[in-house]
């Protein structure tokens, strides 16, 4: 996950473009990650150094930690240690990026440490969002404008490990201010309680059949009662899940029955409200969160031509 945040971080920079990301994110799933970008990413090698070994790869018969340790440059241990760090997400996105020659690992490097000071990360905190700490990544990464709104990054933590879990494991997520948005369909749902909450997932419809086909696990082509069941359950079991948490911690709420919408809008306070961009490999789209659910209004989308 932290390879779609940290290479949007390099789009939003300059550094890349869309289409280098797109193809950079679809090499990774099937990048291995080479030592010499482990170790230049653990500060074990320098640059150089991994050039040497690479030359004389072309001359052995030899793996690149054989020759590095031979040539003293790192220990049996630490070449073990880098075995296990192949798998690292930042890295597969650093090969990915190294092999398309869209950046030099040194260049990767610098941003990635401009990265953490941008965000004044800890090194610990780094190293949780690097190794695909959702916790940590919502928490750090997610920017919530107002102190009132810290409550709902629980939340959104929640509901991003439930995409990962049911829809897709490649999720990039944006929280802005809500006001007005338009919708081709709309499901929510009303928490109720002590601490109330209007819930809702907004998408056109090719993302709504995505949704609702990965979560049926079934291919669904038409936005009819099964694939508006789908979804609707989606939000459903995860809200379920969202109340056994609250719950654990001394906060009983309940849910209300859900609710589907066609070609709809909705009006919401921005002071009370939240909207969340969920991009996936499956399309985009919102999370709407209100904490004063009497506040919104859900209403027919006006027509071509005609004003509300």
């Known amino acids: ?93 650093a090969q990915a990026v190294v092999d398309q020659n869209y950046m030099t690992i040194e260049e990767f490097t610098k941003a990635l440490n401009e990265y953490k000071r941008v965000h004044s990360l800890s090194d610990e905190k780094f190293e949780a969002i690097k190794s695909g700490d959702i916790d940590a990544i919502v928490g750090s990464l997610v920017q919530m404008n107002h102190t009132e709104k810290e409550g709902y990054a629980e939340y959104v933590s929640l509901f991003v490990k439930n995409i990962v879990r049911f829809i897709d494991d490649e999720v990039y997520v944006e929280a802005s201010e809500a006001n007005n948005v338009e919708a081709e369909w709309l499901v929510s749902q009303e928490i109720t309680g002590e601490e109330p909450l209007w819930t809702a997932i907004a998408a056109d419809e090719k993302v709504f059949l995505e949704i609702a086909s990965a979560f049926a696990e079934e291919e669904l082509t038409d936005a009819d009662e099964l694939a508006q069941a789908s979804v609707s359950e989606f939000l459903n079991l995860h809200n379920g899940i969202f109340l056994v948490n609250m719950s654990n911690k001394g906060t009983e709420l309940e849910m209300k029955p859900q609710k589907v919408d066609h070609a709809s809008a909705v009006s919401v306070s921005k002071e009370n409200a939240l909207c969340v961009s969920v991009q996936t490999s499956k399309g985009s789209f919102q999370l709407l969160l209100s904490y004063l659910p009497e506040s919104v209004v859900v209403f027919e989308k006006p027509k071509e031509n005609q004003t509300v």
């Open 1 to 93: 996950m932290f390879s779609q945040y940290f290479g949007h971080y390099l789009l939003n920079n300059g550094l890349i473009t869309a289409q280098q990301l797109k193809t950079a994110l679809d090499l990774q799933k099937t990048t291995h990650v080479k030592f010499g970008v482990i170790a230049v990413d653990e500060g074990l090698l320098t640059s150089k150094q991994v050039e040497e070994i690479h030359e004389k790869q072309k001359q052995l018969d030899k793996r690149f930690g054989e020759i590095a340790v031979e040539l003293g440059y790192l220990s049996n241990e630490q070449v073990e240690i880098m075995l296990s760090s192949q798998k690292k997400n930042h890295l597969l996105l």
